[in-house]
């Protein structure tokens, strides 16, 4: 297996969860309805610091040196871009201590392989939330902002092309892919039962796509 094998038999196995993660409910979902600008900047605030705590714990204990660097560099984009959505918020944010089932998730896996899996998973749920901001600040006539999260897309899309690659390092056997596989799949679920959750919770159905 390669890194585009890998990254397309996890979107195959995973469509379902995938193609409602990147509906239009997604922002419902995450922001208990409430799609206010200052709601949608305060939620993502939020997932790109628990990000960049979960990367900062992978680089500190990882022994693997290619994708300690790998985890590193995340940190150091994600908490890049928390400044740049912070910064639109001015002095009206306050950090929500919970990681999320996501994070809490990832932040359990320890191996390398595993690691990377997630981190690949992890990517794919990032483009796909973006993209909904993206989506968000254009309909509200931002085009500045929306750049910016075209921008944050992009480098969150990089980040799992690079995981994907670095596994073609680290797997030895097809035992090491499966780990890595399992280990996306159970990001992408993690983020789907939350959203599916919070949907419930609003009286919504989480399954039709938008």
């Known amino acids: 297996m390669d890194a585009a094998e890998f990254r397309d038999s996890v979107e195959e196995s995973m469509s379902d969860e995938l193609e409602r993660l990147g509906s239009s409910k997604l922002l419902v979902a995450l922001t208990d309805a409430d799609l206010t600008e200052k709601t949608v900047l305060r939620t993502v605030a939020n997932s790109e610091r628990a990000a960049m705590e979960t990367f900062e714990s992978w680089a500190d204990d990882e022994e693997h040196t290619d994708a300690r660097d790998a985890f590193a560099d995340c940190y150091d984009q994600e908490r890049e871009h928390y400044d740049r959505v912070v910064a639109f918020l001015a002095d009206e944010y306050e950090a929500d201590a919970d990681a999320g089932e996501l994070h809490d998730r990832l932040r359990s896996l320890e191996t390398t392989a595993a690691r990377l899996g997630g981190l690949v998973g992890r990517s794919l ?3 796909r939330t973006h993209l909904q901001v993206v989506s968000f600040f254009v309909n509200e006539g ?3 902002r929306a750049d910016v999260f075209r921008e944050l897309r992009t480098e969150t899309a990089a980040q799992g092309d690079r995981a994907a690659e670095l596994l073609e390092t680290v797997c030895k ?4 892919w499966n780990r890595a596989r399992t280990a996306a799949e159970e990001a992408i679920d993690a ?6 959750d919070s949907m419930d919770d609003l009286g919504l159905d989480p399954k039709p796509i938008c």
């Open 142 to 144: 931002d085009e500045r």
């Open 173 to 176: 056997e097809t035992e090491d």
């Open 191 to 196: 983020a789907y039962d939350a959203y599916a």
């Open 125 to 127: 749920i990032g483009e």
